[in-house]
């Protein structure tokens, strides 16, 4: 047994030698910046971990060469322990009985008495206190400049994300850091020698910019989003139409949460063109929103299109279904799965079911036709007036032209792995099916104003025809057909009623 030692050993020492070897290759590739030296060096990286797994410094370059392929969600998937708001969902799952055991374990009072007691003259004689915190503040420090990397590219894969909280979070932990050993270095160095490390102090300037980006696109939400729950709805559209048509490059996931947002706010203030027009923007650009399918089959509930109501709720059903099976496998599920990470899962999934057969079985009943609520479609009254009409029908036409309705697509940073054009067809004929809609609309209403005025007039022309024609009027005076007052040819001028009569007769108003 002692003999195999020595193997081991040598064993672990040449596997070390070939991993060093793999890091210095591979920093040397990515120093070129070149795609296919980047790919290269992954390659290279991937063998040293398969060597020494935990290995930091090899983890460190592998994030950083995805970070500069964006491969983003890479990124987050590999470093997903330490995003904020995935720790706080593995602590909250925590089962409170385990603590309860956990605290039962805890030494009785007694013992604890004990050990005050035993402990309480050392104490007395040298301050512990002091040198225990001197200790922890030292072993923070260290980990916290071994975990500043982390924090540093898992931040700017948060932000390009839009996951826009855990990256304020992770880059305000890692400029901190890198700001505290930057000034521990500099203290070290003489005058002429602070000019040594360009890498870190670029990185610095990087992370301090994103970071101010950042936390002025939160701000500038959090008004949208106070202003959506203080109940003043068309404010709040206002504000995320200004933040999302204010500036060019802002991530993918954060602009498809602002459109949500925005149809929220147009659902509320009635508007159910422009609310399902912001879905299906956020449905484009995140395909996997489960809020975006559900609040797009409730619009379309309520406009009576029941068969676009069925097939969303079918989507939210496979979704919900697709993260209950994936839910003890927390790295596969965890990108998909935060809109509804605080949410019962199975009451969900139970509820989408019997409101897809209620659906279902109201298709049944119509026999597979949908009556559209014409009025509520158009935002008009019923009973408006054909001004109205053609009023509301240019402005929504003219605002959702689907010539226009994939240009939502350039001025967000993708990120998808999905090709850029096949994301603006997808937009492009979601944006002609609601024109479709908007014109379906516009035409039943037209038809029913047009058929009343056509009755009008048709009644107008009767009752002038009958007039000249001398037929009969459906009222009577005294007894006395009017008739008979028409066909007179003299109207005596001293009988005042007979004449005003005859006046009356003559407009083709009716008597009672």
């Given amino acids: 047994m002692r003999s195999l030692v020595p193997l081991h050993r040598h064993l672990w020492f040449s596997s070390r030698k070939l991993a060093e070897k793999y890091i210095v290759h591979a920093k040397h590739l990515l120093s070129s910046q070149d ?25 460190e370059l592998k994030a950083r060469a995805l970070l500069c392929l964006r491969r983003f969600k890479d990124v987050a998937c590999m470093l997903h322990d330490f995003i904020p708001s ?3 969902q593995a602590s909250a799952a925590e089962n409170p009985v385990e603590k309860l055991k956990l605290l039962s374990d805890h030494p009785s009072d007694t013992a604890l008495d004990v050990f005050r007691l035993k402990s309480r003259g050392f104490s007395q004689c040298f301050p512990v206190f002091k040198f225990k915190k001197k200790l922890y503040s030292g072993s923070v420090s260290r980990r916290n400049d071994r975990e500043q990397w982390k924090w540093l590219v898992l931040g700017q894969a948060c932000c390009h994300l839009g996951m826009m909280e855990d990256a304020v979070v992770l880059l305000s932990n890692g400029k901190r850091v890198a700001s505290s050993v930057f000034r ?16 870190l102090h670029a990185e610095y300037e990087v992370v301090s910019h994103l970071l101010c980006n950042v936390k002025q696109l939160l701000r500038r939400r959090m008004v949208a989003i106070a202003a959506f729950e203080a109940g003043r709805y068309t404010e709040s559209a206002k504000h995320c139409s200004k933040l999302l048509d204010g500036r060019r490059g802002t991530p993918q996931g954060f602009v498809a949460d602002c459109y949500l947002l925005r149809a929220k706010a147009h659902q509320a203030d009635g508007k159910i063109i422009d609310a399902i027009a912001d879905c299906n923007r956020t449905l484009t650009l995140n395909p996997l929103c489960v809020e975006g399918f559900s609040i797009r089959a409730t619009l379309f509930e309520m406009i009576g299109c029941l068969s ?25 599920c965890w990108v998909s799965s935060q809109s509804t990470k605080d949410t019962d899962l199975q009451g969900c999934f139970n509820f989408i079911s019997s409101k897809l057969a209620a659906v279902k079985g109201r298709l049944v009943v119509d026999g597979g036709s949908c009556t559209l609520d014409y009025h509520t479609l158009l935002g008009v009254s019923r009973g408006c007036s054909r001004t109205d009409v053609e009023r509301a029908y240019l402005l929504l036409s003219l605002r959702h032209r689907p010539d226009k309705a994939a240009n939502f697509v350039d001025r967000c940073e993708f990120v998808d792995e999905r090709d850029m054009d096949y994301v603006k067809d997808e937009a492009r004929s979601l944006g002609f099916k609601l024109f479709q809609l908007i014109q379906k609309a516009y035409t039943g209403i037209m038809a029913v104003i047009v058929g009343e005025e056509m ?24 007894g006395k057909l009017l008739n008979d007052l028409v066909a007179c ?12 009569v005859y006046e009356v007769a003559l407009s083709g108003v009716p008597f009672e």
């Avoid at 980047?38 to 797994?53: N, Q, R």
């Avoid at 097939?311 to 596969?332: A, I, N, P, W």
Wanted: net charge negative; charged share 30%.
């Fill in 489 to 500: 040819e003299t109207v005596s001028d001293t009988d005042s009623e007979l004449q005003s």
């Fill in 35 to 59: 795609p296919a030296d980047i790919h290269s060096a992954l390659s290279l990286l991937d063998a040293a971990l398969k060597l020494f797994p935990q290995w930091d410094k090899a983890l």
């Fill in 86 to 88: 995935f720790k706080q």
């Fill in 184 to 199: 521990q270095r500099s203290n070290r160095l003489h005058d002429d020698g602070f000019g040594g490390d360009a890498n």
């Fill in 455 to 478: 009755q009008k007039k048709e009644m107008n022309s009767r009752r002038k025809s009958d007039f000249s024609e001398g037929n009969l009027f459906p009222c009577r005076l005294d």
């Fill in 308 to 332: 676009e109501c069925a097939f969303d709720l079918q989507q939210v059903k496979s979704l919900y279904s697709t993260l209950l099976q994936s839910q003890e496998s927390r790295e596969q």
